[in-house]
């Protein structure tokens, strides 16, 4: 974690450190065992693994603003938002990020880049018209605080884990297919069939790490703001009107930002307070409770 005045959390800190280490384990072993079954691509299908690995890390912010629609914003455009983010910068000891508006009805905001120094903070057109300003302030300190973890290029790179492996099982079997037109077709089938399930296995486990790294860090991103901003109660206001108005956009848009829910501030979906073991985000009554508990804190007289 970069120096910053936002709490240290050594649990997230610890959790992004073993999940990235499980990964790259992962993913080292899938590639040697594609290796091994389709050796005439090994070279290939090396470079195929450190290309999209690379890709992810160098452009997540601005495929993540693709994804959105989203764009960059002057202070000129936007003096109130940025205002407000270059308070919250100040207060955090941070460098400020780049700041992003998305055209959206949708609520929410998230925050993306492989660096403090190329990140963006990006609000939707929804939330800017649905929060006040203390409540919004809250919003904007959670998404600083995941720049300050640095938990949002972790995310990034572990997601793209499974994207990798489809990719390189892909790739092998492309070149084994070539390869079995002249040879042995059931020593072919049998290495297709290693490859798929090796795969899998790496998806599953990525899929599941990533979710519970996803939670955990949700929550580390609402206390860290909450105590930056010494306001949790507008925290906790802002994230009932986002989930209360979620469940007032159509299906429809709401499967267009399907990709983004890991790094939104509430998951754009229905039943978002499910606890569910593939949730990207812990329950709305979980982190009101967390909320509750700080604004408990905070409110204790001193001395």
């Excluded at 936002?6 to 990235?20: E, S």
């Excluded at 290029?153 to 002249?182: E, K």
């Excluded at 329950?283 to 409110?299: C, D, K, T, V, Y």
Aim: glycine content about 8%; charged content about 15%; some cysteine.
């Amino acid at each position: 974690m970069s120096q910053t005045r936002f709490i240290k959390d050594t649990g997230l800190t610890a959790r992004m450190t073993l999940v990235m280490f499980l990964l790259g384990a992962l993913l080292v072993g899938l590639v040697v065992t594609l290796m091994y079954l389709f050796s005439d691509f090994a070279l290939l299908i090396g470079f195929a693994g450190i290309g999209v690995a690379f890709y992810q890390w160098w452009s997540s912010d601005k495929v993540a603003m693709r994804a959105m629609r989203a764009r960059e914003v002057t202070p000129e455009e936007a003096p109130e938002l940025h205002g407000m983010i270059d308070r919250l910068c100040a207060m955090a000891d941070m460098p400020k990020p780049r700041v992003g508006v998305a055209d959206l009805a949708i609520p929410n905001a998230f925050a993306t880049g492989r660096s403090p120094d190329r990140a963006v903070v990006c609000v939707t057109t929804g939330i800017l018209g649905k929060l006040t300003a203390e409540e919004l302030e809250g919003v904007l300190a959670h998404e600083l605080s995941h720049v300050a973890h640095r938990d949002v290029l972790v995310m990034t790179l572990a997601s793209s884990a499974g994207i990798v492996a489809g990719m390189l099982t892909r790739s092998a079997q492309f070149g084994g297919l070539t390869r079995g037109r002249g040879n042995n077709n059931q020593g072919t089938a049998a290495a297709f069939a290693i490859a798929l399930v090796v795969s899998l296995v790496v998806y599953a486990v990525s899929f599941f790490l990533t979710r519970l790294l996803s939670r955990y860090r949700e929550l580390s991103a609402d206390r860290a703001g909450a105590y930056l901003t010494s306001k949790p109660a507008a925290l906790a206001s802002a994230l009932q009107k986002i989930t209360g108005e979620m469940s007032m956009i159509p299906e429809q848009d709401l499967r267009g930002t399907k990709a983004m829910n890991a790094f939104f501030i509430a998951p754009a979906v229905s039943g978002a307070s499910l606890r569910t073991i593939t949730a990207t985000h812990p329950s709305l009554e979980q982190r009101l409770e967390q909320l509750a508990r700080i604004q408990g804190e905070l409110s204790r007289p001193t001395g």
